[in-house]
C-alpha cells in the first residue's frame, strides 16, 4: 500500500510541471491566419482556439498534406475544412506544424508551431531533428511566459533532408512591413534579429486581458536546384521590445529610493554621551 | 556531520543551489517541461529566463485566477478538471516538502542565500546589527500569514473573478524582490523596468518591487533576513511543517534558561527556541538553518532529525569551533573593532 501511495506520488509529482503550467495568457498568441495580407510567401500559421485546441491554416499555397507533430515525435495528419484544421495536444507544449504542397511551379515545405498548456517533453528534439525535405526551422521557441521580441535574435537552420544547406539566401517577412535578405552560413544557421517595426507606443492598441501585442513573421528560403524549385518556410510570432513601454532608469530610481531608505537603518548609532 | 561541519557546508549548498536555480537552464534546458519542478519550494522565479525550476506560488496565483475565478464567474460545475491542476501543483510541492521540510528556505531559496550574504558584508564592514526587538516580534510573524492569504488566494481569485484588475493575477509575483535579484542576475533589466503610462496598478506594483528590492539590499546589511519575515513560501511551509519528517528538535535542559545563544543566532530571531522545548521549539519561521543547533553549548540538546533520525546534534566540542569563528548573531572573527 504504500509502495503504490510513493509511486502515485511520485508520478503526481513528475507530471504536475507541466499540468501547472499556465494557461494560454503565457502562450504563444495570436495575432495570425492573415498572412495572405502581408506576405505572397507560401506558409502555414497556428494559432490557439480555446484552453486545449488551436487552428492551422495554410496561406499562399496548396496543401496537400498538413500534419502535426508532438513533442515527443508523434505524428498525426490534419483533415482541413474551410482551410483550416483543428489540432489537439497530443503530449508536451509545443507542436509543430507542417503543411506539404505547392505554391505555383515550386513545392513547399511549410512549418509553424503552436503551443498547449499540457504536460509533456520539451519541443527539443522535434527542432533538433528536421522532417525530410526541404526545412527551415527554429533553434528554439519562446518560453512559456515568453515570446520572442523585437531585437532580440534566434538561429533558423535551413536542411534538406536533415543535411544542412550553407550559403542559401533566406528572406525574412513581418506583417508590420519589414522585408530583409541573410544567408545561411557554414553550417545553415542563418540568424534573424527581429525588426523594432511595431508602431510607436501611444499608436498601438490595448492589450486585452493579459494577452500581449503580436505581429506575425516568416522565414523563407528556396533551393532552384533539380527539376522543380522547392520552398521552406516558417511562420510564427514576435512582440514589442518589452523595453518600448518601460524604462529601466526610472525602475533603477525607484530602487535607489529604496536603498536611500534602509541607509539610515544601517549606519551604527552613537551611544548617549559619547563625544 | 557535526553542527560545526553542517554549518559550513551549508554556504556552499546556499551557492550551488544559487547558481543553478537561477541559471540552470543551460543543464535542465530552455522550456518549462525542462524545468525540475514548476513546484520547487524556494524562490526560483518563473521570471528569469535562465532558471532551472518554477517557484510553486506562481502556479497557485495563476491557477486561482485563470480557472477558479473565471470558473466561479461562469457558474459551471466545479469538476476535477477546474481543481485538478492546483492539486497537482499543490502535491509535487507537497512531495518535495516532504523530503526536505522548511529547509528549503534556510538551504536553497536563492533571495535568502543573498540575503545571507549582504547581511555577511555587512557585518564584515562592521554596520549595525539591527533586529526585531522582542515586544514587535508577534506582530511581525503575522505579517507572511496575512500576505500568504491575500496575495497567493485571495487577490488572484478575484481578479480571475473580474473585480480587480487582470495585473492581480499573480500579486505577489509583481512585488517579489526575487523577480528583480534573478532577472538582473541573468543580465536582463527588463523586471526592474518601470512602466512608462498604461495599466496605473501596474506601475505601482512595479514601482513596489523596485522600492521592496532596493529598500531590503540595503537592509539586508544590517538585518538578518529581512525579505523571508514576510515571504508567503515561509508561511506556505509553516502551515504543514508538523507533516515533515525533517525538524528541529529540541530537549529540555535546565541550563537552557540561562544561556539563550541559540535565540541569538536564530537569523529569524525566533524566541522559543530558547523558551520553548519539544515541539514547540519547532516554530512557524524557523527555515531550519541549524544554526541554533551549532550555537548550542549543551550535547544533544538541539538537533535536526529526520523522523528519529538525528542528522546534527548539538554538541560542545561544534561551539567551540563555531564561536572561533563567528559570533552568534553572526559577526566574522576577529570581531571588527568596537564590535564585540
Redesign the interface.
Known amino acids: 500500500m504504500r509502495t503504490i501511495a510513493f509511486v502515485t506520488l511520485a508520478l503526481l509529482a513528475a507530471s504536475a510541471p507541466a499540468l501547472a503550467q499556465h494557461e494560454n495568457h503565457a502562450a504563444p498568441p495570436t495575432g495570425r491566419g492573415q498572412a495572405k495580407s502581408w506576405t505572397t510567401t507560401p506558409m502555414v500559421a497556428g494559432r490557439p482556439a480555446g484552453r486545449a485546441e488551436a487552428l492551422a491554416m495554410p496561406a499562399n499555397m496548396v496543401a496537400d498534406i498538413l500534419a502535426v507533430v508532438a513533442p515527443d515525435g508523434g505524428r498525426a495528419d490534419l483533415s482541413l475544412e474551410n482551410g483550416q484544421a483543428r489540432i489537439k495536444p497530443r503530449s508536451g507544449n509545443y507542436h509543430l506544424v507542417l503543411a506539404q504542397g505547392r505554391a505555383g511551379d515550386a513545392t513547399v515545405n511549410a512549418a509553424s508551431a503552436v503551443y498547449f498548456s499540457n504536460p509533456g517533453p520539451a519541443p527539443t528534439k522535434i527542432l533538433n531533428d528536421p522532417p525530410a525535405g526541404l526545412t527551415l526551422l527554429p533553434e528554439r521557441l519562446p518560453r512559456e511566459h515568453a515570446q520572442f521580441r523585437a531585437g532580440e535574435a534566434v538561429r533558423f537552420r535551413l536542411t534538406v533532408d536533415g543535411t544542412p544547406l550553407p550559403g542559401m539566401p533566406v528572406q525574412v517577412e513581418t506583417a508590420n512591413g519589414t522585408h530583409q535578405k541573410l544567408g545561411t552560413d557554414l553550417d545553415g544557421w542563418v540568424q534573424v534579429s527581429f525588426p523594432a517595426d511595431f508602431p510607436p507606443v501611444d499608436q498601438r492598441p490595448e492589450e486585452a486581458h493579459g494577452r500581449p501585442l503580436t505581429a506575425g513573421f516568416v522565414v523563407s528560403a528556396s533551393l532552384n536546384t533539380g527539376a522543380q524549385p522547392r520552398l521552406a518556410s516558417f511562420a510564427y510570432v514576435y512582440g514589442p521590445n518589452q523595453l518600448d513601454k518601460a524604462s529601466p532608469g526610472f525602475g533603477a530610481v525607484f530602487a535607489l529610493l529604496g536603498m536611500a531608505c534602509a541607509i539610515p537603518l544601517i549606519l551604527r548609532r552613537k551611544p548617549k554621551g559619547a563625544a | 556531520m557535526t553542527p560545526f561541519t553542517m554549518i559550513r557546508l551549508r554556504p556552499w549548498v546556499q551557492a550551488i543551489s544559487f547558481v543553478f536555480l537561477v541559471w540552470g537552464a543551460g543543464v535542465v534546458?530552455?522550456?518549462?517541461?525542462?524545468?525540475?519542478?514548476?513546484?520547487l519550494p524556494a524562490l526560483s522565479c518563473?521570471?528569469d529566463?535562465e532558471n532551472s525550476a518554477?517557484c510553486v506560488l506562481?502556479?497557485i496565483q495563476?491557477?486561482l485566477h485563470?480557472?477558479v475565478g473565471e470558473a466561479l464567474v461562469k457558474m459551471q460545475t466545479i469538476t476535477a478538471t477546474l481543481f485538478?491542476?492546483l492539486l497537482?501543483?499543490m502535491?509535487?510541492f507537497?512531495?518535495?516538502f516532504l523530503v526536505l521540510n522548511k529547509a528549503f528556505c534556510g538551504w536553497l531559496c536563492p533571495l535568502g542565500t543573498a540575503q545571507e550574504a549582504l547581511f555577511a558584508i555587512?557585518q564584515r564592514f562592521?554596520?549595525?546589527f539591527?533586529r526585531v526587538p522582542v515586544a514587535w516580534r508577534p506582530q511581525v510573524s503575522t505579517v507572511k500569514w496575512v500576505v500568504l492569504v491575500l496575495t497567493i488566494f485571495a487577490l488572484p481569485l478575484i481578479s480571475g473573478m473580474g473585480a480587480l484588475p487582470?495585473s492581480f493575477?499573480d500579486p505577489w509575483c509583481q512585488v517579489c524582490p526575487s523577480r528583480?535579484l534573478t532577472t538582473l542576475a541573468s543580465g536582463d533589466?527588463?523586471q526592474?523596468?518601470?512602466?512608462?503610462?498604461?495599466d496605473l496598478s501596474q506601475w505601482v506594483f512595479?514601482?513596489l518591487r523596485?522600492?521592496?528590492?532596493?529598500?531590503?539590499?540595503?537592509?539586508a546589511?544590517?538585518?538578518r533576513q529581512p525579505f523571508c519575515r514576510i515571504c508567503p513560501m515561509l508561511a506556505l511551509h509553516a502551515l504543514l511543517r508538523r507533516l515533515a519528517p525533517l525538524r528541529l528538535a529540541k530537549k529540555a535542559s535546565a541550563r537552557c534558561d540561562k544561556c539563550g545563544l541559540c535565540a541569538k543566532a536564530c537569523p529569524m530571531d525566533i524566541t522559543a527556541i530558547h523558551r520553548e522545548h519539544g515541539a514547540k521549539a519547532f516554530t512557524a519561521d524557523c527555515t531550519l538553518c541549524g544554526r541554533c543547533v551549532a550555537f548550542c553549548p549543551e550535547d544533544a540538546t538541539l538537533s535536526l532529525r529526520l523522523g528519529p533520525l538525528p542528522l546534527v546534534t548539538s554538541s560542545a566540542r561544534s561551539f567551540a569551533l563555531m564561536t572561533r569563528k563567528q559570533s552568534p548573531e553572526g559577526k566574522a572573527k576577529p570581531l571588527p573593532k568596537g564590535a564585540a
Open positions: 534546458g530552455h522550456y518549462s517541461a525542462d524545468k525540475i519542478s514548476g513546484a518563473a521570471y529566463q518554477y506562481i502556479p495563476h491557477q485563470h480557472r485538478l491542476p497537482f501543483t502535491l509535487s507537497l512531495a518535495f555587512g562592521d554596520l549595525a539591527r487582470h493575477r528583480v533589466v527588463t526592474l523596468a518601470l512602466p512608462v503610462g498604461g512595479v514601482a523596485d522600492l521592496g528590492f532596493g529598500f531590503g539590499a540595503v537592509f546589511l544590517t538585518f
